[in-house]
């Protein structure tokens, strides 16, 4: 029997293949109880790598999230609800007939003051919700300065470090120079005097007429 | 306000406040072009959690994990001006994160050889220093069940590339793609990096998952041979 490569297992595992892929491994399985078997024993580790949990870290809580969008979002949800509550009871004629009277003599009135409510806690949750982000914005922006700050001092510190370390060198280098410098100046001149000395004094070199 | 209700609440909300908040993309561009502070602060809260849970399962140690996250947003922050809008942002994400978490392992292995160094007369017991190292952190101990424990060992127990990819798919939820995006190598190779990965996993988890409790405090007679990467 023809084994498809393991890998092939890997996307059908996950449901990241295509129909036509999944079919075909599908079949294979049904008929191979090896690859079966392995396909099944992947199963089972994936679930028990659920057993591991890490600790939960409380969430805030979904009210509590800044921004507009989330009034918005908000809104949507309680619009969407009305929609559907609206689309799906059921009424009869009459009734019917007697809401649409009320509600053509109402509308104007409640849409100018629901608009002016729905603008006004717009606003309210807006202010708070951005107020909070700000704070919050504040918090996290100060935490990740302190640590770049801190980072920028050290850096500045090693650099300085560095030179005062070069400045010494250089230093030693003029020192060892000059003191290298002095040494020749001295051998020169002893060297001179050493030539001058009468009792070393050779005709030839010194007068070479002479002879 | 039950915690169930209250993360469903929030996972609806969070996906239709993006029908009206910027994408994660445009806010780093404000944020590399304009030095957009609150839109950076509004990326942490995004990812924050997520990049924490990677590199407590990357790692082993929730509280260090709570280090590289910080970590990994300070190097966002710092690198954002060399920031290429030419793949998701999310993608660009945990690639930093990930590298943190391997520096971070490297680190835990050096000083398991100083260990080894500095103590010769241990290598009599070469299982002390391993049950030393698999002992479970004091967070692994409240948090989870014997099971649990017995899975973190399994996982650790497989080597980083392994590891890596089970993390990201089983416990992140990225496609096949987006994790061969992330780690830039090409699907295949992510499909049979898993292959292994399951494979050994299930070698290792199997003989000792019918086995009682008490087998915790042994020293794993099923370490397989150790990868050095």
Redesign the interface.
Known sequence: MNHPDREEFVPYLFGEDTPETRRRLHEHLGACPQCQAEVESWRRSLRRLDAWRTPTVPRPSFVARPGLSWAFALLTVVGLAAFLLGRFTSRAEAEAKLQEQIAARLKPELTAELRQVVREEVAKAADGMLATSREESGRVLAAYERVVNARLEAERMQRISDCLALKKDVDTIAVNADAGLRDTEQRLAQMVVYRRSPALANPLIDNPTHH | ?TAKW??R??G??TG??????ATDEEVMLRVKERDD??G???L??RWE?PI??LC??MTGD?HRAEDLK?ET??RL??KRKSYQNTGRFSTYLWRIALNLCYDELRRQERRRRLFREERPQDEEDPHMEQAAIDAPTP?AC????E??????RA?FELPEIYRTV?VL???EGL???QIAEVLEIPE?T???R??EA??R??RI??PI?SKSASKLAQPNRFIQERSVL
């Open positions: 306000m209250n993360e609440m929030t609806i909300f239709l406040s993006k029908l009206w908040s502070h609150q950076f602060a509004r942490v809260r959690r924490w849970r407590a399962r929730a910080q947003f300070v922050f710092e967070d409240a948090a989870q069940s099971e649990g424990e017995l899975v973190r996982l089970l798919r089983h416990y496609k096949l793609a295949g992510v499909n049979s898993m292959a399951l494979t996993l299930s988890l199997e998952m």
